[in-house]
Every structure is written in structure tokens, then in C-alpha cells.
Nanobody, 127 residues
């Protein structure tokens, strides 16, 4: 089982932007939906955004809709999360995860549907 790896986290000011990347060796993400989740201090992990294996289906949590954009480059086996208009409440550890079902057409928002998780990357937004 190949573990995806996140990168691109860091510190941003409110209103700023960051872009997260999720990559895996070889073409491990090819044919699988990928989801982004986050966990803020003292809170449960929550779904942020997901993209189907083809890129044709995308789903966002209401809290990030209109500010975050998920995309994927299957040639590079990489999924991106562009985060704009960041707010302090976006501060969290962000995780990417690979769907456990190959070629699933829809995006799932529940953690148990994902079978391989990255270690997470910290995003901190200052006010």
C-alpha cells in the first residue's frame, strides 16, 4: 500500500493563499478518487474536498466552497488543493487520502471510504 505524501503547508495571513500537493510514487493515485481532510486542535477530522479518479466529479465542504479548489494531474499522480481567502478557522493539519475503491465515479466524504492516508501538513492562518 503506497502512502500519499502531502506538501505545501505553512503559515499564511488571513486573506492569503496556499497550495497543497498530494503525491504518491509511481501512479499509485491513478484510478482512485482522492480526498482532502483537516483536523484542527481539539476537533475531529473533517472532510474538506474530494475529486474523482477522472477529475469529472468534485465535492467541497460548505465551509470551503468558493475559496478552495481541488484539481489533479494524473500524469504526475498528484492532487492539488488551492486555498484562497484563508481564514484563521482554516488552521489545521491537512491530510490527503486515497479512496479504497478503484474507479469510483462519485466522491465520498466519509473517512472509512479511504484506505491510505498521508502524514499530514500543517496549515496555520494568522489574523
Amino acid at each position: 500500500q503506497v502512502q500519499p505524501e502531502e506538501s505545501g503547508g505553512g503559515l499564511a495571513q488571513a486573506g492569503g493563499s496556499l497550495r497543497l500537493s498530494c503525491a504518491a510514487s509511481g501512479r499509485a493515485l491513478a484510478g482512485y478518487a482522492v480526498g482532502w481532510f483537516r483536523q484542527a486542535p481539539g476537533k475531529e477530522r473533517e472532510f474538506v474536498a474530494g475529486i474523482s479518479w477522472s477529475g469529472n466529479n468534485i465535492y467541497y465542504a460548505n465551509s470551503v466552497k468558493g475559496r478552495f479548489t481541488i484539481s489533479r494531474d494524473n500524469a504526475k499522480s498528484t492532487v492539488y488543493l488551492q486555498m484562497n481567502s484563508l481564514q484563521p478557522e482554516d488552521t489545521a493539519v491537512y491530510y490527503c487520502a486515497k479512496d479504497g475503491t478503484r474507479l469510483r465515479a462519485v466522491v465520498r466524504s466519509t473517512e472509512y471510504e479511504y484506505d491510505s492516508w498521508g502524514q499530514g501538513t500543517q496549515v496555520t492562518v494568522s489574523s
